[in-house]
Structure formats: C-alpha cells, structure tokens
C-alpha cells in the first residue's frame, strides 16, 4: 500500500510558466519523483488579482490535483502561496508545501545584519506575506519588500541580461542596496531567469535566495520524514495547461530549462 | 419608448484598466451618453489568452451588459476585438463596436506609402485581425504587426517616458520604422499612455492612429443613424470589475485621465 502510495506523483501548480523554475528546483533534487504540473494560463497571472479570487483559483487546481491523486501538493506561485496556503491546508489531507516559509528560513539564516530585501509581485507584496514569515521567525529582522512588474514580461521575452532589464533591475532595486540589506528573497518563480542581472545591481556581498529552490528542500524533508520518497526507477512529468498549449511550451522551456512534452489542456472552474 | 432608449448607457468593456483610454476617447466626442464599464480584472490580461478562452469570456460579459440594458456595445479590447467580435455580433442585437475595424480604415486613409506598422499583445498580433482587416478595404497595402508585451506593465507602473520606455520603444519599432512604415495602429489600449515615446522613436513622419478614438468616432456615426444619440443632460458612468476594486481605482486614473468612483465588484461566469 504505502510503496503505491510512494509511486504517486508531486502535484505542484502556478498560474503559468513561472512554476517550471521551481519544478527544475524539485527535479533536480528529487529526479525519481513522478511530477503532475497545472498552470492555470487562462486566469493568469495571480500578481495582480485579490487573495479571494486566487484562493478560490488554488482550490479548484488542489481538487483537480488531489483527484489524480498526488501525494504532496507544492503550490509554486507565490502570490498563492501568500493567499491561499491556509484554505489549502484546510482542505487537502496531503503534506503542502509553499514558497513563503522556506524561503524566509533561508533568509534569516543567511542574513548577517538583519535587513532583508523580498521582491515579487504586486499581489505577493502586498499581502505582507514573507514580511510576517520572517519577523514570526526572527522578530527583530528589517524587511524591505518591492514590487518588480516589469520582471514577469523580461522573463517571458527572455530579455535576461540587455540594458532594458539592467535599468529595470537598477530602478526597482537601488532604493533597497542603499539601505545596505545583505540578502534579497527571489519571491516570484519568475525570477530566476534574471537572477545575473538582479546579482550584479545588488552586488557580491547580497546573497540571493531562490523561492524554488528552498522549496524543493523542504519537499524532500516532508516526503522522506513520512516515507513517501522514491529513491529509483524512471519518472514522468505531465503537465496541463487551463488555456491552449501553444504559448505554455513556447514560452516555458527557458523556464524549465528542457523540453516541455506530455501537455494537455484542462477545464478548471 | 425611443427616448428611453436613447437614456440606456453604452456598455463598454475590457480585460482590465485598458479600455479606461477608450472610455476616455467616447466620453470627449459624446458628453452626454451614460456609460457602464466592465473591467473582466479577475481574468486580465487577455492579450496572451486563446480564442477560444477569450471569446467565452467576452460573451459572458456581453450576456451581463444586455441584461442593465445597453443601447450598444464597445468592445474596448484589441484582443477581445480581434476574437470575439463575430460571437458577439451572432448572440446580442445591439449595436457593436470594436477596436480592428475603425483603426484599419483610419490607416488605410493615412497612409501615402502602402506600408503600415500595427502594434499590440500577442494575441492581438498572432490572431492576424489587422492585417486582415487593411487587406480587406485595400489588399496592397503592406502591414508590419509586432507585439510589445513590455508596454502594458510600463503603461501600468506610469513609466511613461523614462530611459526604460524610450529603449523598449526603440527595441520593438526600430525594425518597422527602418521598413519604412508611415503609419502604426496603437492596438492596445494600453500604448495610448506612451504615445509620446512611441512618437519620439518613429519620428515626427510618421502617423499614429489610436483604436479607442477611431472606435469613439465609428460608435458616434452607429448612433446618430439610429437615432440613438443622446444630445444633452448629465451623465452617469458606472463601473463594474471582476476582482476586488483597489488596484483597478490605483491604476485607472491615469488610464480615464480623471477621477474613478462608482466601481463595485461583480462576478461573471
């Protein structure tokens, strides 16, 4: 029974592409895991829509998902995580894991004098989210938090390194190196594709945590504690997409950094 | 009963804040028309949505409006023009105005050279509806389409003239303005904000046509022929979005070029 179990994919879901970085994050360091990935492309993006319609968006994909069945839920969006980590915990008997409280372990853990950057979405700024994960952690912590909008469309035209994203990078993130923070939270799946580019503006003493990669951390410690990890065999990655593919697998190789096959379209109310 | 009619407001809608430009181009040319806008901000962006994704939205909205009653109805969209304009027309008996149509002929009158530039999302430039639309009134007319995704988040953030604007303007219309274009379709209802830069790359020879005025002028002829044009009294203009009201009031100010109040949420199947 519990060898079945184990052989249950990851479910993990984004409003688009930018959940493929995380998804590289996790098949990287869990490349037996069976993955099942929805972006839901018809509603997206999240960043600029309120913590009621995204809730209601996660919990529709979390049914969807928990149906297939999944054995763990990764929701790799940040402004969902920010909003509807809770209605999803409520509601779905599966280890869940977000982009928020890994991330901001990491930060306090890496941070030398307390001033930590976030950057993300309008939607994942606003909500305060890594802000009070991190001073729930550690109270004394400075956080400054800025939303970066143009980064989303910079990624998707894989404008990574050119002067439009140099300035971009420079305008959004000055303020934040003059009040001298050490460690700045990559709080969207998008950024990691500009993340040379985030690095040089900030510069070398700034240290860059990756929402994605702490996630897949975490991910691997909640499935061996429970004895759900695979440790062998060949592993599968479907995706489903709430729009047509055509754009999704256009748009989301730099993201996954590999070929997107096996995507289907899905009706998700 | 004519002149109740004649009281009924011009439905008006859009993915988001866009369409405000448009609201804007109506509200100058006809003073005195009651207005109801809908702004779809749960489901916007639109412009790197599907056909088949946007056309079901757009009826769903149009089902909405009929309902107030509207005495017509503008779709503020570029690409909700370029997809839906025919379901819309085949389900609802009201007068219907889209952004493709009014903008191609304008060009097509403009140009001296025969080769026009259309920008827009991607959407509005895959589905090919301008290029269409110029061959249709005049076949060898050349037509240059190109898709902008950085615009609309520089028209949103209010970077409307910065060094970032003027180098994402001069990397999108360097190549059509070395083709020798003469005059470009501003096919979103975003780019009117950046008129200016826009205007600065291409230079001063070259003619820009706004789809929100040209829709105003075409939506101005449909009513004095029906004799449905309301020539005097106050007007009221009514807003409704998808998504909770905050962000759309933050933005769309800059959008309408004025104050926005009487926004309140309403959900749209």
């Given at each position: 029974m519990k060898s079945d179990v184990k052989n249950n994919a990851i479910g993990i879901f984004d409003s688009?592409?930018?959940g493929l970085t995380v998804l590289h994050s996790i098949v990287s360091r869990l490349p037996y895991e069976n993955t099942v990935y929805v972006g839901d492309t018809a509603r997206v993006?999240?960043?600029?829509?309120?913590a009621r319609t995204v809730t209601q968006y996660a919990i529709g994909i979390g049914e969807f998902l928990s149906h297939i069945p999944v054995k763990a839920l990764v929701v790799a969006c940040n402004t969902a995580s920010a909003f509807a980590l809770d209605a999803l915990r409520g509601r779905f008997d599966l280890p869940i894991v977000g982009m928020i409280d890994p991330a901001a372990r990491r930060a306090v853990a890496a941070s030398k004098n307390g001033r930590i950057g976030v950057i993300g979405t309008v939607g994942t700024v606003k909500s305060g989210a890594y802000g009070r994960a991190i001073k729930h952690i550690s109270p004394d912590v400075e956080v400054l938090a800025h939303a970066c909008p143009l980064f989303v469309p910079l990624a998707e035209e894989g404008w990574l390194s050119n002067d439009i994203a140099r300035l971009s990078a420079q305008k959004y993130l000055e303020p934040m190196k003059r009040h001298g923070v050490d460690t700045v939270i990559?709080?969207?799946?998008?950024y990691p594709l500009l993340k040379e580019v985030i690095s040089e503006v900030l510069g070398e003493g700034v240290t860059l945590v990756d929402s994605g990669d702490e996630a897949a951390l975490d991910l691997e410690g909640l499935l061996v504690d429970r004895g759900l990890h695979r440790k062998g065999g060949g592993a599968s990655h479907r995706f489903y997409v709430t729009d047509t593919p055509d754009r999704f697998v256009e748009v989301g190789e730099s993201f996954l950094g590999g070929r997107l096959s096996d995507v289907s379209h899905v009706d998700i109310p």
């Open positions: 688009g592409v930018g993006p999240y960043g600029t829509k309120s990559l709080g969207c799946t998008h």
